[in-house]
Structure formats: structure tokens, C-alpha cells
T-cell receptor, first 113, second 117 residues
Framework: DVKVTQSSRYLVKRTGEKVFLECVQD?????MFWYRQDPGLGLRLIYF???????EKGDIPEGYSVSREKKERFSLILESASTNQTSMYLC????????????FGSGTRLTVV | AQSVTQPDIHITVSEGASLELRCNYS??????LFWYVQSPGQGLQLLLK??????LVQGIKGFEAEFKRSQSSFNLRKPSVHWSDAAEYFC???????????????FGQGTILTVHP
């Protein structure tokens, strides 16, 4: 069964900590995405990667960075976590054309205290 | 710019009743069209997608959707709702050709479905 795996379902971090969210896909997809999901705001794109070491800012990149050193892994980094980054984070992957849509991971619920 | 509108933030239906969730999009050309479902605390699961051809598409869990080009709509339907269908539903569109949005889906805000016994 093909899948996108996010390393943690729940995380609690302190303000100011550096936080790493990991995502791995086994479908050999070129594209990978990080979204955050907040009630009433839907899904907002943070960063997008279309190839190894390639990245593109999404709609809300401030306070975040990403790393894609291998095709199957896409990491989201919160350089200095803040309480307003408490959210659900969703990783997804797809073929370049999105003709088959995205495959999503189960999400990471991050709480920053 | 492309956009997706789901006019209903929250819908409540009784178990066994029929369901229709609305989705309207604004796009330069007919895009790829998708419906996703998200159960509480989970990621999004693909319900169905429209590429071309027959405008009525069947998906998993007994859902179907109809593409209407003249109305720029892609509404999701189910004839008889089950309590397990309670979830949040997202409509999404994606480009068929190049451009700045190539490779990315645009999502609606989501519709929360509550099912009463």
C-alpha cells in the first residue's frame, strides 16, 4: 500500500525551540508539499518541492524552512517555534502533473507552549 | 487567479438522508477536479476525481460527483448518508497545463458534515 508517512502524530514543543517535521513517501513522486490546517482557514501551502534540493515558497512561508536532500524525504523546519505556529501540519506528494491528485500523510498536530 | 468556493461551511443531515456538497471554481480552463475527505485527526483521503469524458464520476464509499462546465461546478452527492460519513470534505482543482500553478492543487475551505442518528 503506497503511503506518505509523517514521523509524529502529536508534538509538544516550547517557544523558541527548533522543530523538525519529517515526511517520507514511497511512491517515487517528484512533488512534495507542506500545508498547515487551521479551523476556518482551510489548507494553506507553506512550501512546495518539485525535485531534490528544489523548493518554492507557498502562501505562508514566514517562520518556516524546508529541506529535501533525497527524493523520498521532505522536512519542514520551524527555526524558532512560536505559539502562533500551533496547528495541524499535513504533508503530501504527487506526480508533476497532479493528474492523480495528492497523497496525504496522516498529519502532525503540533502544539507550541 | 484560480479559486475554489465551497459555500457551505457546515451541513447537518440525518442518517439515511441524501447529501449534496457544493463546489464552484474559477479557472482559466477546465481543470482537474477532486474531492477529498478528512476524518477527525486524520489526513485527507481522495474520494474521486474528474479528468475528462463522462461528467458523472463515481468514487469510493458510495459518493459521486457531477461536473457542470456551464456552472463551473463539481458538486458531491450521496443518496443515503451513513453516520461514518461525518467528516470534513474538501474540493480541489489543479491545472492541466503549465503556468505558475503547475503541479499544485487549489483547495476550497472545506465543508464539515455532521450526521444525526
Amino acid at each position: 500500500d503506497v503511503k506518505v508517512t509523517q514521523s509524529s502524530r502529536y508534538l509538544v514543543k516550547r517557544t523558541g525551540e527548533k522543530v523538525f517535521l519529517e515526511c517520507v513517501q514511497d511512491m517515487d513522486h517528484e512533488n512534495m508539499f507542506w500545508y498547515r490546517q487551521d479551523p476556518g482557514l482551510g489548507l494553506r501551502l507553506i512550501y512546495f518541492s518539485y525535485d531534490v534540493k528544489m523548493k518554492e515558497k507557498g502562501d505562508i512561508p514566514e517562520g518556516y524552512s524546508v529541506s529535501r536532500e533525497k527524493k523520498e524525504r521532505f522536512s519542514l523546519i520551524l527555526e524558532s517555534a512560536s505559539t502562533n505556529q500551533t496547528s495541524m501540519y499535513l504533508c503530501a506528494s504527487s506526480l508533476p502533473t497532479v493528474s492523480y491528485g495528492y497523497t496525504f500523510g496522516s498529519g502532525t498536530r503540533l502544539t507550541v507552549v | 487567479a484560480q479559486s475554489v468556493t465551497q459555500p457551505d461551511i457546515h451541513i447537518t443531515v440525518s442518517e439515511g438522508a441524501s447529501l449534496e456538497l457544493r463546489c464552484n471554481y474559477s479557472y482559466g480552463a477546465t481543470p482537474y477536479l477532486f474531492w477529498y475527505v478528512q476524518s477527525p485527526g486524520q489526513g485527507l483521503q481522495l474520494l474521486l476525481k474528474y479528468f475528462s469524458g463522462d461528467t458523472l464520476v463515481q468514487g469510493i464509499k458510495g459518493f459521486e460527483a457531477e461536473f457542470k462546465r456551464s456552472q463551473s461546478s463539481f458538486n458531491l452527492r450521496k443518496p443515503s448518508v451513513h453516520w461514518s460519513d461525518a467528516a470534513e470534505y474538501f474540493c480541489a482543482v489543479g491545472p492541466r497545463a503549465g503556468g505558475t500553478s503547475y503541479g499544485k492543487l487549489t483547495f476550497g475551505q472545506g465543508t464539515i458534515l455532521t450526521v444525526h442518528p
